[in-house]
């Protein structure tokens, strides 16, 4: 689902009811106004509030990457973060009052935040506001602020105090679609694939050149075997929905009838030493409810999971099931992922345009704080040597849509540049996404890799209701690789160790793998992508297999990529941005192409284009690719380490369950 894509007849009563909203364009995607808030009835909200010593931060975080420091993989433990780097308590304590003068109850306290609550009453007088009811559109009954925006009292402004809460327009959306064909059309090999390439993340693993599931190293050099299968990592998922745990059981054991005697199989349990792998849930906030099989949500939950778990099948996975993708909910879904310290390294498949959170998309009102509160968290959890990865977007260069469409929506208008958050943020791994293409065998379930590429595919004009009768288009609207440059964050020193074509911008993406394309709503009339070579994830969702794209199926197989470089890493990596730059550096530096193979860690043969940036052949870093796809067994250095572990091999075989 594309945030600037609203089917037609979609609720827009924010802009019927008043066209002249702030970003009343992005909320009519989300929400539908039910009236004003009860003012008796009790509303939740959270108080953020800086982070102290930030100098000191950011050179340990630096510290704890660098393997030459004394400080290095040395991680802190929640109680030490807030201890070294919280907010001043005397400001902890001067808001704590203020809010409980105001009528409010503190009801916790963490690291970074106080959670409160108190009467609709309390929050319009406190905060000079009136809230209404909103629907979200999966069902969800919140307070949002209906005109205007949140006035802080003096005590919480000098505090430097953010609140996500009441802000519903700026929600964020999920990261992946349904491809334009289904399983029916497949290649009739027993594994699928050909030009057109739907894998299973076995596929994948053999495709990227994973190690050997029963591949064994010695991670601490004292004799004691591991199995590179992500065993002891845990892997976390950050998403509105549950899962059916019988669709996880269909992907690693499951028979498909393409038709005409032709079968695709998936048979781990016969091959694996190891378990079907299970799903935790760890739900925030009351959750999303049950699972929806006919929800984006519950499509981008099943689809996480199955990818992480696919790449590390030994891995343990706990999914963060919060209710909605609205920014409060995301911010308490990594508040809970630092709090716990469980979960090793935490995908993220949704994001939202970063340009929406500046002032001049909300009537003069900056928004940044909130991302600034999120990279805060961020920070927080790498210091405990959590990785966080995120889905870069899959709008291509294009996924905003301008200020003057947002404040005034007419037709004539196009998708304009920018980047989307969370992989905006420098301590996230953004991850982006190609086509990839294989080599089959007839009979056997062979997925070598062949080539990939980054071309993008022309979608249909995205059309917005704005009033009973009147609908208006925007132009330039795009399937591929979202990638481009922040507004919001610096270029980070780990990009300075190649040319990312900005010298002052954090630049987007880190890193890539197979994202596919052809969406259901390409424009075939500007470019018939059904004829071109485009791939898909093969994906169950309500006990039927469906095709899904978007780096929404890039971004957790890199998670599962990183529960196995944990794994051999006997210990969590934390950030990773520098480790990725720094053996592109080493690549680029070893003759790029033409480096000995051991030392190939991305594939640089590819070129695309992802309607503003393009990349060709050689380019060591580009804005659709980032440092480009994995050859993984490289990239986790065992090509050198240890090169008598062999790559995984075709599918449902011991080396590929």
Known sequence: ??????????????????????????????????????????????????????DGLEKLLSQQTDRTSPSYHHWLTPAEFKQQFGPAPADVEKVRAALEAAGFTVVAEKTQNLEVEG?????????????????????????????????????????????????????????????????????????????????????????????????????????????????????GIVISSVISPADLDSTFNSTISLGGGKNLIQAYSANSNLPVPTVTIRTVDGGSGPFDPSSDDAAEASLDTQMSLGTA????????????????????????????????????????????????????????????????????????????????????????????????????????????????????????????????????????????????DPTLPAEFQIGPTTIVTVKNDTWGSGGGYSHVFAKPDYQKLVDTGSETHRSVPDVSLMMGGCPGDANLKAQNCVDLPRSATIVWIGGEPDLLIGTSSSSPEIAGVLALAIELNAGRLGNVNPLIYALSRLQTLSGNEKAPKPLQFFHRNISGDNNYYKVKPGQAYSEVLGNSTLDVKNFLGLSLADPSIPAAGAPDTHSNP
């Open 1 to 54: 689902m594309n945030l600037g894509k609203i089917a037609i007849g979609a609720v827009l009563a924010a802009l019927t009811a008043a066209s002249s909203l702030p970003g009343s364009a992005l909320a009519s995607a989300n929400v539908k106004v039910l009236g004003p808030a009860d003012q008796n009835a009790i509303a939740h909200f959270n108080v953020y509030l800086p982070l102290t010593h930030q």
């Open 119 to 235: 009467p609709v009453s309390a929050v319009e007088r406190t905060f000079s506001t009136h809230l209404q009811q909103v629907q979200i559109n999966h069902g969800r009954v919140k307070y949002s602020v209906g005109t205007g925006h949140l006035t802080l009292p003096e005590t919480l402004s000098a505090a430097g105090a953010v609140i996500p809460e009441f802000t519903t327009h700026l929600m964020a959306h999920v990261h992946s679609t349904r491809m334009a064909r289904s399983l029916a059309d497949a290649y009739p090999f027993t594994r699928l694939s050909s030009s057109d390439s739907f894998f299973y993340p076995n596929d994948l693993n053999e495709a990227y050149q994973l190690p050997s599931f029963r591949g064994e190293v010695d991670p601490l050099g004292v004799g004691y075997q591991a199995q590179t299968a992500g065993v002891g990592v845990h892997i």
């Open 313 to 456: 099948p030994g891995a343990k996975e706990t999914l963060y099931n919060i209710p909605d993708l609205s920014d409060d909910s995301i911010a308490d879904a990594y508040n809970a992922v630092d709090e716990d310290n469980a979960v090793d390294v935490v995908s993220s498949s949704f994001g939202g345009c970063e340009l929406y959170y500046t002032a001049a998309y909300n009537g003069g009102v900056d928004y940044t704080s909130i991302l600034k509160a999120f990279h805060a968290l961020f920070q927080q959890g790498n210091s405990q040597g959590i990785t966080f990865v995120a889905s870069s977007g899959d709008n291509g260069a294009n996924p905003c849509l301008s200020a003057a469409f947002v404040n005034n929506p007419t037709n004539g208008t196009s998708f304009i540049a920018g980047v989307e958050s969370p992989a905006d943020d420098p301590n996230v791994t953004a991850v982006g996404g190609t086509n990839l293409e294989t080599s089959a065998t007839p009979g056997v379930n062979d997925a070598d890799y062949k080539k990939e590429n980054a071309d993008f």
